[in-house]
């Protein structure tokens, strides 16, 4: 009998590296950040997000798309708690440049808080439930994020009502009574543009993936496949 094996794939060192950037963004951020209280506040997904990815890792692998977006997204944050998003250097250079009434960088992130969490939406569903290659992955998959978008609208609400005027930092609302309907506006568009813009390339992905389950539940990428071939 003689057994032939495939070799695995090599392992990519995106993850990685997209796990030491956060790691980095987060402790630079967290040096002589503008409130730590608000630093805490804004950067808290990163923090927790940041270990489940890496526990989870060897059962449910992410996309290297998904990675990336991730660590960028965290980054973004971390800026933003550094400075509080209305103080934001680089949102002040926007503001100027194109004669605009508010440090733009809060609508910035709540654009994000749409087009990441779309991917990771859809990752989730694609590999965990039967809706992969269904045409109510897309439309749920933004629903999700909108509805997120509200959530963490209401957690700003709570820390408003808790903090009062020490929370005005975090809320960044800079005098616009239409804050909040713009920050999930911005995070509806964040999501519609992230699925259509990446479907496709997300796609191609997961296929990559190693599958098992009912559903298309990912396995480790690399899984070692051995085939047997019968002498007489």
Do not use: K
């Amino acid at each position: 009998m003689s057994v032939s094996a495939v070799r695995p794939a090599p392992r990519s060192s995106l993850p990685a590296v997209c796990a030491g950037l956060v790691v980095v963004g987060l402790a630079l951020s967290a040096w002589h950040a503008y409130d730590p209280t608000t630093w805490l506040l804004e950067t808290v997904w990163a923090l927790v997000g940041l270990p489940v990815v890496v526990l989870t890792w060897r059962r449910f692998p992410l996309t290297g798309l998904l990675c990336a977006l991730l660590a960028f997204h965290a980054l973004v944050l971390a800026l933003g708690g550094h400075y509080t998003y209305a103080r934001v250097p680089l949102g002040d250079w926007v503001r100027d440049v194109f004669g605009l009434e508010r440090n733009p960088y809060d609508r910035f992130g709540h654009l994000m808080q749409g087009f990441v969490p779309a991917i990771l939406v859809r990752e989730l569903l694609s590999r965990t439930s039967p809706l992969r290659g269904s045409r109510w992955l897309a439309p749920l998959t933004v629903c999700a994020c909108l509805a997120f978008s509200a959530v963490f609208e209401m957690f700003e609400w709570a820390a408003a009502v808790i903090g009062g005027q020490a929370a005005d930092a975090f809320l960044a609302t800079q005098g616009d009574v239409w804050d909040t309907q713009w920050d999930m506006f911005c995070a509806l568009i964040g999501a519609t543009v992230s699925v259509l813009l990446l479907g496709r390339l997300h796609d191609r992905q997961l296929a990559a993936l190693s599958v098992s389950g009912p559903y298309g539940g990912s396995a480790p990428t690399a899984a070692v496949r051995t085939s047997t071939a019968r002498t007489t």
